[in-house]
C-alpha cells in the first residue's frame, strides 16, 4: 500500500461466508456500535479455536514494559465483518485480525487489550505510544517502514462493489475512469489503486475517478445504494461479506491479492518476539481454525515475512 506515511491501510482477501455469519453480520447492522473495548486474550478464542502454547523464547524477548504488564494493547479499525466486528449487542471485539490478534498475546503469555481505533488515526496512536501494536489488515509498504516494523499474517484483495446487475459495466480498475468510486479514508486502495487508476484515465484521455471518502465500508456501501456512487472499491473480505448479506449489490472484480501485516513500533523490540511467534502460529490448528471461523481458509500465509514491502 503505497500510502501517507500516518495513515493506515486496510487490506484483502474474499471468500465464502458461512450461512450463519451472514445472519450474524445482519444482526451486526442493527446492534453493533462504536467505542473501545479491552478483552482478555485468552478466553475471547473459545472452545472452538485451540490454544496456542506459550513460546517461552519468544516471550523472554518481549520489551520489560510488557513483560512487567503482561497486557499487549493492540489498535484495530471499526466495525466492519469479517475482518473485525462487535458481537451482536455488545462491544466485544471478534473477527480475523481480533482472534489473531489473541493468539499473539497466548504464545507470548500476554492478555491482548484492544482499542478500536479509525484506520487513519492508529499510526498516529502507536506514534502517541497508546497502542504496543497494529493488527488491521495493513500492507506493509516502504512509507510505513520507515515508522513501524511489520510481520505477514495473512494475505487479502481488492474487490469493486456495484449495483446488483451491474448497469454501468464496470468489469475492472480501468472501468472506473469518470466513475463516482467510494473508498475508504487512509485505505491502500485510496492511496495506492486510485492514483493508479487516475494516471491510466489520462493517459487514454478519460476523465478520472471522482472519489469519496468514508471511515467504514457500511457508509460507503449506503451511498452505493442510494445511487449517490456508483462503486465501492475495499478490502475483498469486507466487500464480499457485504455482497452477500445485501443483495442490491453485487462483487464485479477481485484483484491484487498481497499479505497483510502486523504492526508495532520500529526499534520498540517487540518485532522479534512476534515474528518468532507467528512462525508457530502459522502453522498451528489455532490459525486454520480462526481463518475457518470466518470463511478466509484461502487468506492463508505458510511464511511470515518481517519488513517485506509490497
Do not use: H, W
Amino acid at each position: 500500500m503505497k500510502t501517507r506515511i500516518l495513515t493506515i491501510t486496510k487490506a484483502k482477501a474474499g471468500f465464502k461466508i458461512p450461512a450463519a455469519a451472514v445472519a450474524a453480520a445482519l444482526l451486526l447492522s442493527v446492534t453493533a456500535c462504536g467505542g473501545t473495548t479491552a478483552t482478555n486474550g485468552v478466553a475471547e478464542l473459545g472452545s472452538t479455536v485451540p490454544t496456542m502454547a506459550l513460546n517461552k523464547a519468544a516471550a523472554a524477548d518481549l520489551p520489560e514494559s510488557i513483560k512487567a504488564s503482561k497486557i499487549l494493547i493492540v489498535a484495530i479499525p471499526t466495525n466492519e465483518p469479517p475482518t473485525q466486528f462487535y458481537k451482536p449487542g455488545t462491544q466485544e471485539m471478534t473477527g480475523t485480525n481480533p482472534d489473531i490478534a489473541r493468539l499473539v498475546g497466548q504464545a507470548l503469555g500476554v492478555n491482548v487489550e484492544i482499542k478500536v481505533s479509525n484506520f487513519d488515526s492508529i499510526i498516529p496512536g502507536i506514534a502517541a505510544g497508546r497502542y504496543d501494536m497494529t493488527v488491521s489488515s495493513m500492507t506493509p509498504t516502504t512509507q510505513r517502514m520507515q515508522v513501524l516494523d511489520f510481520v505477514d499474517y495473512m494475505q487479502m484483495g481488492n474487490s469493486i462493489a456495484v449495483p446488483t446487475g451491474n448497469p454501468l459495466g464496470i468489469k475492472n480498475q480501468d472501468d472506473l475512469c469518470g466513475k463516482k468510486v467510494g473508498l475508504l479514508t487512509g485505505s491502500y486502495q485510496l492511496t495506492a489503486n486510485v492514483p493508479d487508476a487516475n494516471a491510466t484515465c489520462v493517459k487514454e484521455g478519460k476523465p478520472q475517478l471522482a472519489t469519496s471518502e468514508f471511515q467504514d465500508t457500511r457508509q460507503a456501501i449506503s451511498a452505493l445504494t442510494s445511487g449517490r456512487l456508483d462503486a465501492v472499491l475495499a478490502d475483498s473480505p469486507i466487500m464480499d461479506f457485504a455482497a452477500k448479506s445485501n443483495p442490491t449489490i453485487e462483487i464485479s472484480s477481485k484483484y491484487e491479492f498481497t499479505p497483510v501485516g502486523i504492526g508495532m513500533p520500529k526499534d520498540s523490540g517487540l518485532i522479534k518476539a512476534v515474528s518468532a511467534v507467528m512462525v508457530d502460529i502459522v502453522k498451528s490448528d489455532s490459525y486454520k481454525a480462526v481463518l475457518k471461523k470466518y470463511g478466509l481458509e484461502s487468506s492463508a500465509i505458510t511464511d511470515p515475512r518481517v519488513n517485506f514491502a509490497q
